[in-house]
């Protein structure tokens, strides 16, 4: 995509706006350029509008907790106006303005599975339409929720508004994870007594049992093409990786130790994979094929514990994980090229559970107190943190999320 970054032209009497309105291409297909007034370059005012009033209150909170955008009061102030006005029960349409007065500089009509479906879709549009950014809002956040006695496993839309209940078994379930088709959530259940991976089917709505070894079958994970599952299994010795193809069939063991490994992640181009394992000790992180073959320690040197990886599919320089501070824990990123680790969290309480979005740019964990657990949008530029999860839904941990398709 070519979008231009028009810097901000500065006045001593009022706000001045710059825009880029050159196109070869209708609205339909323009890219708009980044207009900047007065304000930190990181950040783009926007004016929201609606004549729904469901559809302006999730614009507004979509542009206030992207950490890109900043939501503004009238157009002397702002880049765009963003209109999002629902039509029928699965479309809505898109116009986006600048200047002043205003001009139409893009207009069009999204589709989705709802209306609320759709008009998370024209938001996404908009982001990619004025910065270039790839949006998320469309996606799908599968989570664990506290229910009774049991953790079960759901899913929603990225604000949490629709979605659904996918277990109901009263134990214990961890770790879901999304096959990239969006059609299975694989995840560890302790139905049977001990834990067993099982996969639910999103288009049957059922959930099966898909790994059951004897010993501990746990932290299963779609490879990036859905082709291939890792795991960990225990089998007859210790906690090692295995992978096998996407149906759970072929599992061999790639990494085998004397420490017991946990979490493994895999590269955006499905080649290698980034683990945690105790073997010289310490929780630390491992990189290496997913074949098999040697593994190297990552230099994080950041902490005694680091757990819980997650490989940024669009920069694979970094990863984000979960270490130890103290008594408590936070989100840091690795760069590979840097050799070098920076705290990106802290919290009151817990960040843990790092999971990447399709931007590249932002992250989701769990924010976890002694009294709840929340799940939190992070915006690795501006350092922005959102809550997503309302507090009314509990204690709700363990993202995984679903670029929008």
């Not at 810097?7 to 825009?19: G, K, P, Q």
Request: charged share 20%; hydrophobic share 35%; glycine share 10%.
């Amino acid at each position: 995509m070519n979008y231009l970054n028009i810097r901000t032209c500065l006045s001593t009497s009022t706000f001045a706006i710059a825009l880029c309105l050159f196109s070869a291409f209708s609205f339909a297909q323009r890219d708009l350029g980044v207009g900047e007034v007065n304000v930190r370059r990181d950040v783009i005012p926007v004016v929201v509008r609606s004549q729904d009033g469901q559809a302006l209150s999730i614009l507004k909170t979509a542009f206030s907790v992207h950490g890109r955008y900043r939501v503004a009061a009238t157009m002397q102030e702002a880049s765009f106006a963003i209109h999002v006005d629902p039509i029928g029960s699965t479309h809505s349409s898109l116009k986006i303005f600048s200047g002043i007065p205003e001009q139409l500089q893009f207009n069009t009509q999204v589709s989705g599975e709802s209306q609320r479906s759709s008009i998370l879709k024209a938001i996404d549009l908009a982001i990619r339409k004025t910065s270039g950014m790839q949006g998320f809002f469309a996606g799908k956040i599968a989570y664990v929720a506290k229910a009774g006695r049991g953790m079960e496993i759901y899913y929603r839309d990225f604000l949490f508004g629709e979605g659904k209940r996918l277990t109901s078994h009263g134990v214990e379930a961890v770790r879901p994870r999304w096959s990239p088709d969006g059609n299975y959530i694989v995840y560890t259940s302790y139905l049977s007594g001990f834990p067993n991976i099982r996969r639910i089917d999103l288009q049957g709505q059922r959930s099966e049992v898909f790994v059951s070894f004897k010993g501990t079958n746990t932290s299963a994970r779609y490879s990036p093409d859905g082709s291939r599952l890792a795991m960990v299994l225990t089998g007859p010795g210790n906690a090692d990786i295995y992978v096998g193809s996407n149906l759970a069939k072929g599992l061999r063991r790639v990494v085998n130790s004397n420490g017991l490994e946990a979490t493994p992640c895999w590269s955006g181009d499905g080649r290698e994979l980034v683990f945690a394992s105790d073997r010289n000790g310490g929780l630390a992180l491992y990189r290496g094929s997913a074949s098999g073959g040697q593994f190297r320690h990552i230099p994080t040197q950041i902490s005694g514990y680091c757990a819980e990886p997650d490989w940024n599919h669009v920069n694979p320089d970094l990863i984000a994980f979960t270490v130890g501070v103290g008594s408590q824990f936070q989100i840091a990123q690795y760069s590979f090229s840097q050799r070098k680790s920076e705290f990106l969290t802290n919290e009151r309480g817990d960040a843990i559970q790092p999971c990447w979005l399709n931007d590249g740019r932002h992250l989701l964990y769990t924010w976890r107190t002694q009294s709840s657990e929340r799940i939190v949008l992070f915006d690795t530029v501006t350092k922005k943190r959102s809550a997503l999860s309302p507090a009314s839904m509990g204690k709700v941990s363990q993202a995984s999320f679903l670029p929008p398709r």
